[in-house]
């Protein structure tokens, strides 16, 4: 029997707070349907070592894929060209400052092979209660008194979770992600979890990792 035969099916969630082991997710990351967006619940998965992901209000689904990209704060990298932009005093970045509407500037922004957003209504109210509960944070960019960039995601207080970012103007996601990781090194963070691998992700230092040490990373086991 191969590995593909041996996977169970996706499982339905009801009301019981749980998720099944992640070793049972698909061949492309879809673990679990269903269940809700609480807090609790929400904690738990990224705990877990998985993730929200879905479009247009449907049923939530649940993802943990094998292999995950991730960014080592201490591996990111920066151009020369980055690092005259960082040096130039042309971005101000801020932390938590406006949450809602850097999640809102993520939800509208139009990206490449995406027909709309997984920002959906659910998912935005989801986030800004996690938010007012302390564990979603936002870095926000500045250009002068107008917002042109910035990342939210979820704190779990020895990695970060990334969620979504935007950029209007060249690079003003770049400064965001940089920032947030020179604060996770600061404070010793394993790593920034990056979810879905992404190009720009892999220009800036993001790494391929296999589940089963991402899980180990997650635990503090690494």
Not at 51 to 64: E, I, K, Q, T
Request: hydrophobic fraction near 40%; proline fraction near 5%; glycine fraction near 8%.
């Amino acid at each position: 029997m191969d590995n593909q035969e041996r996977k169970l099916p996706v499982v339905f969630l009801g009301r019981e707070l749980w998720f099944p082991p992640v070793e049972n997710a698909s061949e492309e990351g879809l673990l679990a349907i269903g269940g809700d967006l609480s807090v609790e619940r929400l904690l738990l998965a990224y705990n877990s070592g998985i993730f929200p992901w879905f479009n247009d209000d449907a049923l939530v689904l649940w993802w943990s894929p094998d292999p995950r990209m991730v960014l080592f704060p201490d591996q990111i990298k920066i151009s020369k060209s980055m690092q005259k932009v960082l040096g130039s005093n042309r971005f101000q970045v801020t932390k938590n400052n406006c949450f809602e509407k850097v999640i809102d500037a993520c939800a509208l922004i139009k990206r490449k092979g995406q027909a709309g957003t997984w920002i959906t209504p659910n998912m935005r109210a989801a986030y800004l209660e996690m938010h007012r509960q302390g564990y979603a944070h936002s870095y926000e960019v500045w250009k002068q008194d107008e917002l042109v960039g910035g990342l939210y995601g979820v704190d779990l207080g020895h990695v970060f979770c990334g969620e979504s970012m935007f950029s209007v103007v060249s690079n003003a996601s770049k400064v965001a992600l940089i920032k947030l990781a020179e604060e996770v090194w600061d404070k010793r963070y394993t790593m920034i979890d990056c979810q879905v691998p992404t190009d720009y992700l892999k220009s800036m230092g993001g790494k391929m990792v296999p589940r089963k040490q991402f899980m180990e990373l997650l635990k503090g086991k690494v």
